[in-house]
Structures are given as C-alpha cells and as structure tokens.
C-alpha cells in the first residue's frame, strides 16, 4: 500500500478540505493522475495518485477538512490483477436502462427545432426553463436569459456555496475581526496615461497578443510609493512590525464564485511591460483554475480593479495578514478645476482601506498624495518605446 497525503501546498498552508473524489474506492488510477480535488483558503487544485494501482480505504470524505501530511487514502499495488467490477456493473446498469423507460420531466408547450437544438448546444434542461411564449412555449430568448440566470427564462433555485466561496467568507470575516479597517479616499487625474495608453496600445498589443490596461500603470505607481512608505508593505507578527524586503503585489482577480488573489513576487523588480505581462499571465490563469498554490501566498500589499465593472467608490477589505489594500474605481471624464479654469479629465478615485492599529490617518494621506502625484507627472514613455 502507498499512502495519499495531503499534501504542502504552500509554505503557509497548514491544512485543506475535500472538495471531491475524482475516482471512487476500488478504481484504477496511475501514476500522477489526479484522484482528488482539495480546497485551501486560497485555491483549489487536483492531487495526483503518488503510485499505480488501485484506490483503497479512503478516510476523508467530502467536505472534510484535512492538515497537511494526514494520510487520506491509500493506493494498492495490486490493482492490475483483480478485474475491473465497476466496468462489469456499468454494462449491466446499461442493460437494465435499455429495460426499463426513464421518466422524463415534463415540458409545456411546443418546442420548435432550433430551441431543442439550442438547448442541446448549451446543455440546458428544458424542463428547468419557464416559458414565455403564448401558452407557455419556450423561445431563444428564453434559454438565452436561462444561460445568464436572468429573466422569465430562469426558474429560481437554492444554490449551495462552494468550498472556496466558504472559505473567502471566512477570510474577509477574520480580517475585519483581526484589522482596524479605516478607509481614505483620494483621485487621480489618468489623462496623461490615457493619452499614452492610446498612443501605444495597438504596436502593444500586436507585440504582446493582450490589450494593454490601466492597471500597469497604476500598479507601477503603487510600487514605487510603497518603496518610499514601507509600512504599507510590512506585517504585523504579535507585537512586532516586519517590514518586507520585497513587494509581493496581489491583484485580485473576480471568478464566477467568487475572488482569488494571486500574487506577483518581487514586483518591484518588474519593468512596466513586466507587469502587464505578469498581470495578465496570473488573471488568465486564475480564470482557468491553473494557479500554482504558492502563486496566492506571501502577498505584502494588494490592489483591486473594481473600475473595470463600473464601481465609482468601493471601499475593500485588507487580506488577512496584511496592513492595506488599495483600489482602482472607474476612469471617467469628470469636469474638473486646474488653475482657475474648467477642464474636462480622466479622473479616478483611489479608495486606500488600511489597519488604523499600525497607520495613522497623516500617513495614509501622503501615501495617497504621492500616488495622485505620482500617476499624473510620471513618464512613462520610455518604457513603453
């Protein structure tokens, strides 16, 4: 027998809980194929089998949580001499099925052959679908608003939350539990960057394959004003403030069920190109599910893209184990007063939430300060050439 563990999946990570079984006791699996999906407070990833061979005494079921080395099933090497039962029970469900008619749930009205093909398309169930056509029939844009969960076309039904759901629940809990959270708020003027970002981003994104973003900018101006207020990247362990040699930038990234934040290492050392590559490499694999467990962990400072949705004013909450979070609401034109005269300009408001325990208003005020500064007078041409 070889022993399934849970195992480290970061350097901070103590323990995690069973999502699902992806193979059942008494299935074959092989070396390195995944056998079970595992949630931590931050991720959930497959593990995979640490041998060939049959899947035994499995000791954590579903929604169980586990620490790291606990044993959790066990692989016997003596899988490829016994035959294959659950095969042998498939083939006979099978033939039962042929058997005995299955009871379909019932759909009203006429289904037209595009709506049947439609459905088949985007794996809807008709019978989950309310029409709205005359006596009840069903149309495209029925299954078109069913596909988004809204409007006639979608019958309301109790969703249970995800472990990771669960578990994000638990962190942003724990963080305005554990962190004095207080909330300043300054703007930006983004018309010089804007100008800029419009000037390069079709040789950038022929160059690069992805659109280039505000946010490159913005997290560029964030780094360099970390680096000259450093408690915003320290932590606070007990009664000791450690400040962090490097800035390990979050981005937080928005999923269907929920929010992740992955985390650029050492991003100070990243030009600005660097960061929209980086930037973009973590949000597309965040999206997939193809984040590595170390690549959401060891965050020092974080920032939020809540403009990109539309927000004008967010005030977000600080991950847990760090002293600030700062946020990008939208870029829009605002008329605005400079030097006496009216003018029309890209503004954003920059919504910085830190832990009052360690900040002082003054200090969160001039970190804003030199990043309002810094965002309207930097140049960033020569990196963008």
Aim: proline fraction near 5%; glycine fraction near 6%; hydrophobic fraction near 40%.
């Amino acid at each position: 027998m070889t022993d399934l563990v849970m195992p480290r999946l970061g350097e901070t990570v103590t323990e995690g809980v069973i999502v699902k079984w992806l193979k059942k006791e008494g299935d074959f699996v092989n070396n390195e194929e995944p056998v079970v999906e595992i949630s931590t407070d931050k991720i959930e990833t497959d593990i995979p089998s640490p041998a060939e061979g049959t899947l035994q005494n499995i000791e954590a079921q579903e929604g169980a949580k586990v620490t790291v080395g606990q044993v959790i099933a066990q692989i016997s090497d003596f899988a490829k001499a016994t035959p294959d039962k659950g095969e042998a029970k498939e083939t006979v469900v099978k033939a039962v099925a042929k058997v005995i008619p299955q009871k379909k749930p019932e759909v009203k009205g006429v289904i037209s052959p595009l709506v049947r093909k439609l459905a088949k398309e985007k794996g809807i169930n008709l019978a989950e679908v309310k029409g709205s056509g005359a006596g009840g029939r069903i149309t495209k844009d029925d299954l078109l608003k069913r596909e988004k969960g809204v409007g006639a076309g979608f019958i309301p039904a109790r969703k249970a939350l995800s472990i990771s759901r669960q578990q994000e629940m638990q962190n942003l809990l724990k963080s305005q539990k554990s962190s004095a959270h207080v909330t300043a708020i300054n703007e930006a003027d983004f018309t010089s960057i804007d100008k800029l970002r419009s000037q390069y981003k079709e040789i950038f994104k022929q160059k690069e394959g992805f659109s280039l973003t505000f946010l490159p900018f913005f997290a560029k101006s964030v780094i360099q004003v970390l680096q000259k207020i450093p408690v915003f990247n320290a932590e606070l362990a007990d009664s000791e403030l450690i400040f962090k040699p490097h800035v390990n930038l979050g981005i937080a990234v928005a999923l269907p069920d929920g929010l992740i934040v992955p985390v650029i290492k050492q991003a100070e050392t990243l030009s600005l190109v660097g960061l929209a590559r980086a930037i973009n490499d973590v949000a597309a694999r965040a999206r997939s599910s193809k984040l590595k467990p170390d690549e959401v962990h060891e965050g020092t400072f974080s920032i939020t893209n809540n403009g990109s949705f539309g927000s004008l004013i967010q005030t977000p909450i600080i991950v847990p184990g760090q002293l600030a979070i700062l946020s990008l609401e939208a870029i829009n034109k605002r008329v605005v007063v400079i030097d006496d005269a009216i003018a029309i300009r890209k503004m954003a408001y920059l919504p910085l939430t830190y832990d009052h325990r360690i900040i002082d208003g003054s200090v969160a005020s001039t970190f804003l300060v030199e990043l309002k500064k810094g965002i309207e007078t930097a140049d960033f041409s020569a990196e963008l050439r």
